[in-house]
T-cell receptor, first 110, second 114 residues
Framework: DAKTTQPTSMDCAEGRAANLPCNHS???????VYWYRQIHSQGPQYIIH???NNETNEMASLIITEDRKSSTLILPHATLRDTAVYYC???????????FGAGTILRVKS | ETGVTQSPTHLIKTRGQQVTLRCSSQ?????VSWYQQALGQGPQFIFQ???????GRGNFPPRFSGLQFPNYSSELNVNALELDDSALYLC?????????????FGPGTRLTVL
């Protein structure tokens, strides 16, 4: 599985959009980009995933660059409850595991 | 719909002992994966079970073993516990082995080895 690089931490003001970047420059054509988050003392929670097109669901939007070497997770209106560690993961099409890095600690502040 | 549950919540063992952790998968899910999360790190894949058979294993020694039962619940067994086995153990279930299916995680079991 390709390696991902994320900033160690980010701050965001409550109500503003949180934009979390991820670099995956060695991604292969059959690898998907997944985002999970882990709120303190809980198990990771799935957010969104995509292959090459931008994706949106009720939680977030995922923007993948045309060359697929990087992506951005967007939380459109961050709340205090969005404070968590956010993991960007690339995963092969028939992969059976998630390979987590260190993730980005997002702190949403009022 | 009941989510993924794990038991116990916390556990304290001493070096050399054996431990069994349990996981009940979400209703309708036939695939269970186990992860180890050391303090301050991301979860690390231990192994996955699909229809009672191991379906992939991470870089963990044989003293980490598992089972999946006909109702798709699962156990993680660790023999000869070491201090470095202290971690949060997470179980995740999914509707199938396909990567299209998101993995739903339980709250974890916090294991402390003294």
């Amino acid at each position: 599985d390709a390696k991902t690089t994320q900033p160690t931490s980010m701050d965001c003001a409550e109500g503003r959009a949180a934009n979390l970047p991820c670099n995956h420059s060695t991604i292969s054509g059959n690898e998907y980009v997944y985002w999970y988050r882990q709120i303190h003392s809980q198990g990771p929670q799935y957010i969104i995933h995509g292959l090459k097109n931008n994706e949106t669901n009720e939680m977030a939007s995922l923007i993948i660059t045309e060359d697929r070497k990087s992506s951005t997770l967007i939380l459109p209106h961050a709340t205090l409850r969005d404070t968590a560690v956010y993991y960007c993961i690339v995963r092969v099409e028939d992969g059976n595991k998630l390979v987590f890095g260190a993730g980005t600690i997002l702190r949403v502040k009022s | 719909e009941t989510g993924v549950t794990q038991s116990p919540t916390h556990l304290i063992k001493t070096r050399g002992q054996q431990v069994t952790l349990r996981c009940s998968s979400q209703s309708g899910h036939n695939t269970v994966s186990w992860y180890q999360q050391a303090l301050g790190q991301g979860p690390q894949f231990i192994f996955q079970y699909y229809r009672e058979e191991e379906n992939g294993r991470g870089n963990f020694p044989p003293r980490f073993s598992g089972l999946q039962f006909p109702n798709y619940s699962s156990e993680l067994n660790v023999n000869a516990l070491e201090l470095d086995d202290s971690a949060l153990y997470l179980c995740a279930s999914s509707a199938s082995v396909s990567s299209y299916n998101e993995q739903f995680f339980g709250p974890g079991t916090r294991l402390t080895v003294l």
